[in-house]
C-alpha cells in the first residue's frame, strides 16, 4: 500500500520527528480524541496525571503522523505486536511502513521508514547512581567506556547505551536478547557501527547504526536492518516539510542527508 499522498520514503533516509510531550490542555484533548478506548484507559491509569497527558500526546502525535503516511485518519489506525511487545500497523492491505518511537523526560522521538525494520532510542542525560554498564554492557564496551577520559565518561555511557536500547528494538526479541550478546562503537575514533552479534557473523554488515541530532541534554540513536546499503535520517519538521541536515561527523567531513548525522 502506497500513502495517499506518494509520498515514498526510499531507501536512502529514515524520517525522523521528534516534538515535546509537554502541551496546552487544548492540543491534549485534541490527540485524545484520536486515541482508541484502550489507549485512553492505559492514559487514565497513570497515577500522576501529567504522566498521562504525556500518554496521550505521544500516542496521538504518532497516530497523526502515521496516519499522514498511509493517508488515513489517525483514529482509525490499529498496531499489532509480536511476541516481545515490538508494534507494528496492522492494516487489512498490508504496509510496507515500518516505525519506532521512543520518549524521554518531555521529548519523544519517532523514527519511519518504508524498506526496513528499525529501533529508536531517546534518553535524558543524568547522573549515574549504580555501575549500569559494569550490569548489562559487553565486556569488549565497558573496556572502551573505561578508557575514556574521565570527564567523557558520561557522554560515552550514553551514546553506548542508546545505540544497544535501539538495536534491541530493531532487531525485536526484547529482553530475550541479552545486552552482553553484541558489541557497538561509541568512542569519538569510530563510526557508529554494529561490531558483534552472537550467532550472526554477517550482522556487523547488514545492520546500521546512526546517531540522533538531540538537545544537548539528551543522547539517541536509530539502528536499521538495511542489509549494507547506505542511509541516513531526514528530519521532518511539523509543517510537513523534511530538513536534510548537514553535520560534521566523528572524522571531522560534512555528509548529507545520506551520511551519518553527529548529535548535539
Known amino acids: 500500500m502506497q500513502p495517499?499522498?506518494?509520498?515514498?520514503?526510499?531507501?536512502?533516509?529514515?524520517?525522523?520527528?521528534?516534538?515535546?510531550?509537554?502541551?496546552?490542555?487544548?492540543?491534549?484533548?485534541?490527540?485524545a480524541?484520536?486515541?482508541?478506548?484502550?489507549?485512553?484507559?492505559?492514559?487514565a491509569r497513570f497515577v500522576r496525571e501529567r504522566d498521562g497527558r504525556k500518554f496521550i500526546v505521544g500516542r496521538g502525535r504518532l497516530?497523526?503522523?502515521?496516519?499522514?503516511?498511509?493517508?488515513?485518519?489517525?483514529?482509525?489506525?490499529?498496531?499489532?505486536?509480536?511476541?516481545?511487545?515490538?508494534?507494528?500497523?496492522?492494516?487489512?492491505?498490508?504496509?510496507?511502513?515500518?516505525?519506532?518511537?521512543s520518549h524521554s523526560a518531555?521529548?519523544?522521538?519517532?523514527?519511519?521508514?518504508?524498506?526496513?525494520?528499525?529501533?529508536?532510542?531517546?534518553e535524558e542525560i543524568r547522573f549515574l547512581k549504580e555501575d549500569i554498564a559494569g550490569r548489562f554492557f559487553s565486556r569488549k564496551e565497558c573496556l572502551t567506556l573505561q578508557s575514556l577520559p574521565s570527564g567523557a565518561y558520561l557522554d560515552g555511557f550514553y551514546r553506548c547505551w542508546t545505540r544497544k536500547e535501539a538495536f534491541v528494538k530493531a532487531h525485536g526479541a526484547g529482553l530475550s536478547l541479552p545486552l552482553d550478546s553484541f558489541d557497538v562503537s561509541f568512542d569519538w575514533a569510530n563510526e557508529p557501527r554494529l561490531e558483534r552479534l552472537d550467532g550472526d557473523p554477517d550482522a556487523p554488515s547488514n545492520w546500521r547504526i546512526l546517531e540522533l541530532e538531540t538537545p544537548v541534554t539528551f543522547a539517541g540513536a536509530v539502528v536499521a536492518l538495511t542489509k549494507g546499503h547506505p542511509v541516513g535520517l531526514?528530519?521532518?519538521?511539523?509543517?510537513?516539510?523534511?530538513?536534510?541536515?548537514?553535520?560534521?561527523?566523528?572524522?571531522?567531513?560534512?555528509?548529507?542527508?545520506?551520511?551519518?548525522?553527529?548529535?548535539?
Open 4 to 31: 495517499a499522498r506518494g509520498e515514498i520514503i526510499g531507501p536512502d533516509v529514515i524520517d525522523v520527528w521528534t516534538w515535546s510531550l509537554n502541551a496546552p490542555s487544548l492540543s491534549v484533548d485534541g490527540y
Open 106 to 122: 518531555d521529548l519523544a522521538a519517532l523514527a519511519i521508514s518504508d524498506r526496513y525494520e528499525l529501533g529508536i532510542d531517546i
Open 63 to 101: 497516530r497523526s503522523i502515521l496516519g499522514h503516511y498511509l493517508g488515513l485518519p489517525p483514529k482509525s489506525l490499529a498496531f499489532a505486536y509480536n511476541d516481545y511487545g515490538k508494534p507494528s500497523i496492522a492494516h487489512p492491505c498490508g504496509t510496507s511502513f515500518r516505525f519506532n518511537l
Open 234 to 264: 531526514r528530519y521532518r519538521s511539523d509543517e510537513d516539510e523534511p530538513r536534510l541536515l548537514r553535520s560534521r561527523n566523528s572524522f571531522g567531513a560534512w555528509k548529507g542527508v545520506c551520511g551519518d548525522v553527529k548529535a548535539r
Open 33 to 43: 480524541a484520536l486515541l482508541s478506548d484502550e489507549e485512553l484507559a492505559r492514559a
